[in-house]
């Protein structure tokens, strides 16, 4: 079972975060930008799919 943390703030908007390997989720391309300057691992994805079974 994968086990996610949300975040939701109005500097980054919503994020998800896999705590299985830290990798961040968003659908969000200048976000994603910026995290990878940090050294993040990030995965962009359709906005419909980031919030799948939360509706």
Same mark, same amino acid.
């Given at each position: +079972?994968?086990?996610? +943390?949300?975040?939701?703030?109005?500097?980054?908007?919503?994020?998800?975060?896999? #705590?299985?390997?830290?990798?961040?989720? #968003?659908?969000?391309?200048?976000?994603?930008?910026?995290?990878?300057?940090?050294?993040?691992?990030?995965?962009?994805?359709?906005?419909?799919?980031?919030?799948?079974?939360?509706?």
């Amino acid at each position: +079972m994968a086990n996610f +943390m949300v975040c939701n703030e109005s500097s980054h908007g919503t994020l998800r975060l896999f #705590t299985g390997d830290g990798c961040f989720l #968003t659908s969000d391309q200048k976000v994603a930008e910026e995290l990878l300057k940090k050294g993040k691992r990030v995965h962009i994805v359709d906005a419909r799919e980031f919030f799948a079974g939360y509706e």
